[in-house]
């Protein structure tokens, strides 16, 4: 309910800040990941670390070009993808770090009646494109965000805490 609500009044620069945000938090996490973590996967069917992190680099602009009005289209999609997977490591926390501006540009010309706007998603239902912004650009960068978090923690990873995964910082958590 309080993503509803937040979405029914929330401003572009605000959405625009709340990316961003994201993309910070993920930068930190990702100086958390050692070498030997980057092939993990809690199962054989789950993405892998660097896999992860390769998808966040094209999901998120994907869909506000979906949200912008242009059709999903499967083979701009399928060669986002080809470039991204052969990203090393470094190239993709670049490409992360670049997410920060991509968004900004992304979002500039939308207006606030824009979020307000109507949308049709790919189940035929309707919805604002702010709704639809939030849901599933935000919220699926914060469970994504949580998804590499919880990966740093099974790769023994104990010391982070709440704080490197909600504020991105390195805070002692209290005694």
Same mark, same amino acid.
């Given at each position: 309910?309080?993503?509803?609500?937040?979405?029914?009044?929330?401003?572009?620069?605000?959405?625009?800040?709340?990316?961003q945000?994201?993309?910070?938090?993920?930068?930190?996490?990702?100086?958390?990941?050692?070498?030997?973590?980057?092939?993990?996967?809690?199962?054989?069917?789950?993405?892998s670390?660097?896999?992860? $992190?390769?998808?966040?680099?094209?999901?998120?602009?994907?869909?506000?070009?979906?949200?912008?009005?242009?059709?999903?289209d499967?083979?701009?999609?399928?060669?986002?993808?080809?470039?991204?997977?052969?990203?090393?490591?470094?190239?993709?926390?670049?490409?992360?770090?670049? $997410?920060?501006d991509?968004?900004?540009?992304q979002?500039?010309?939308?207006?606030?009646?824009?979020?307000?706007?109507?949308i049709?998603?790919?189940?035929?239902?309707?919805?604002?494109?702010?709704?639809?912004?939030?849901?599933?650009?935000?919220?699926?960068?914060?469970?994504?965000?949580?998804?590499?978090?919880?990966?740093?923690?099974?790769?023994?990873?104990?010391?982070?805490?709440?704080?490197?995964?909600?504020?991105?910082?390195?805070?002692?958590?209290?005694?």
């Amino acid at each position: 309910m309080t993503i509803l609500l937040a979405t029914m009044v929330l401003t572009k620069a605000e959405l625009i800040s709340l990316l961003q945000k994201e993309v910070r938090l993920l930068l930190h996490l990702t100086t958390k990941i050692d070498a030997a973590a980057l092939d993990y996967r809690p199962t054989p069917k789950q993405r892998s670390t660097i896999e992860l $992190l390769r998808y966040l680099t094209t999901s998120g602009p994907a869909l506000v070009q979906y949200a912008k009005g242009q059709p999903m289209d499967a083979d701009a999609i399928a060669d986002a993808t080809r470039v991204a997977n052969s990203r090393d490591f470094d190239d993709t926390v670049a490409a992360l770090a670049a $997410l920060s501006d991509q968004y900004a540009e992304q979002l500039a010309d939308l207006s606030d009646d824009d979020l307000r706007g109507e949308i049709m998603w790919v189940d035929g239902s309707r919805i604002s494109r702010g709704l639809f912004l939030v849901n599933y650009v935000f919220g699926q960068a914060a469970q994504y965000r949580l998804q590499l978090f919880l990966y740093l923690k099974a790769c023994g990873r104990e010391e982070l805490n709440t704080m490197n995964l909600w504020i991105g910082a390195d805070v002692p958590a209290p005694a």
